[in-house]
């Protein structure tokens, strides 16, 4: 009884929370950074593969699907042996390490595919680089979200990691673009479909991804040590059958991957479907491009805004809220586009409302990351395990296998319009199926992952007053433990 009174002394006294500087998390943020440079370059895969090397479209397509299959099945496995890994190097630097050095590797070698293969050859040697892609960006990738546990517990902070990765990351798609397509393919004597451009581009990406990843390093290697993991335990055993146990009992975990996943496929079947909604509803394909540049700035202030909100009310509260705001102004969309499509002035007005829509729904999908952390923690405050790579991987598995359905879906709505083998012509009107269909990808089907993610809050406790339980019940059980060592 003295001992445990001590233990409570101990803990009240003392701060709770595991807080990292700023710099730290801003570093650590560049981890994603440097993965999506990787993916960011990979975005052109197709178009390197169809247009340069004259493979088959129909069978690069179904490559990078069965791709997608491939990285959500390595989630688990390399989930398990991180949480099993923690020596001299830590836990998670030898995973970012090592990954961005396959990541490199493997990019460098898909773009300096040599053109006087045979097509089998091509074929063979893109698709076994590509799975050593998958196998580097599963690596590293996995530490983006299961570091965010070790480096800061203080709910305040952790909102702040979403701050920095969207504006890396707004920089980096949006700079990133505008340097390949206007910058630097003109320069080039046979511009986008010129081989050197491509080994020229996945060189500079591949270097910039080796720097962001040395300085997320940097950024966690003060808390990639034993004393930051859950309870600060060595030798914790964790066993792959751990997945189930958690996915049968860890409710928070449940209702995010439920949430986000939704949102998630949404989000990734809107993209896919905005070609079409610029070319073949507004009737101009090259605004897409100055819209994506334009609202980058305002998509950044509006997360900004909402990463301040989420610090002080808490991350799910911000989660819901944003969702909602997001969901009514879908709905406001969904109801003035036919009107305001009609003349310029219209059009503009509508932009501007998806740009400030694009923003709010910006704020709940960027928040996801430190709702992983948090459900970290409720699981080492449930079971006395800290296993971040495993909760991150489960996450990542379920997330990738169902917005893997996106392409899929637009596939379906295109069939079902009558244009499944028919060429669509960019900048002219299509028919009522299709006009329906356009707007039930970018409309219709952010809405339905709204409500999900709402219903699914309903069931996820982990509130600003759950947050603080837990943070007090892990800091006394770690003073326990202490004491008894």
Known sequence: MINTEMTKTKVSNKSEYNRAKIWQIGFFALNNTATNAAMFVMMYYAFFTQNILRLAAVVVGSIAMSMRIWDAVTDPIVGYLMDKTNGRFGKFRPYMLIGNIILFVSVV?????????????????TTITYVIYVIGYTFQCTVTKGAQAALTNDPRQRPVFTMFDALYNTIL??????????????????????????????????????VFTILAIIGIWQKDRTEFFGLGENGVQVKFKDYWDILKNNRPIQMLVIAASTDKLASTALRGAQVYFFSNILLNSALQGKFSL????????????????????????????????????????????PILTKSYTGIIILLILMTLQGGIMNIS????????????????SRSGRFIP???????????????????????????WA???????????????????????????????????SIIAMKWYHLDAVEME?????????????????
């Not at 999908?365 to 080492?380: H, K, L, Q, W």
Request: hydrophobic content about 50%; proline content about 5%; aromatic content about 12%.
């Open 469 to 485: 339980k837990i943070k007090k019940d892990i800091a006394l059980r770690k003073a326990s433990v202490s004491n008894n060592v």
């Open 109 to 125: 070698m898909i773009f300096r595919t040599p053109a006087g293969w045979s097509i089998s050859q091509k074929y063979w040697y």
């Open 173 to 210: 798609f949006s700079g990133g673009t505008f340097l390949i397509t206007t910058v630097m393919a003109p320069k080039y004597p046979k511009t986008m479909i010129d081989p050197q451009l491509w080994k020229d581009v996945s060189l500079i990406f591949m270097t910039l991804s080796f």
């Open 294 to 337: 334009a609202s980058a700035v305002p998509v950044m202030i509006i997360t900004a805004l909402g990463v301040n909100w989420s610090r002080n009310t808490g991350i799910k509260k911000a989660f819901v809220g944003a969702t909602w705001v997001s969901m009514l102004m879908l709905l406001l969309n969904l109801a003035v586009t």
């Open 389 to 415: 790579g495993m909760m991150g991987t489960l996450f990542s598995f379920v997330d990738k296998m169902i917005s893997s359905l996106s392409s899929f879906i637009i596939g379906i709505v295109i069939a």
């Open 418 to 452: 009558g244009y499944g083998t028919t060429v669509i012509k960019p900048n002219t009107p299509v028919n009522t199926k299709f006009y329906i269909g356009i707007l039930f990808c970018v409309y219709g089907l952010p809405i339905l992952g709204h409500i999900a």
């Open 365 to 380: 999908g960027n928040i996801v990351i430190p709702m992983i952390a948090d459900c970290s923690d409720y699981e080492t």
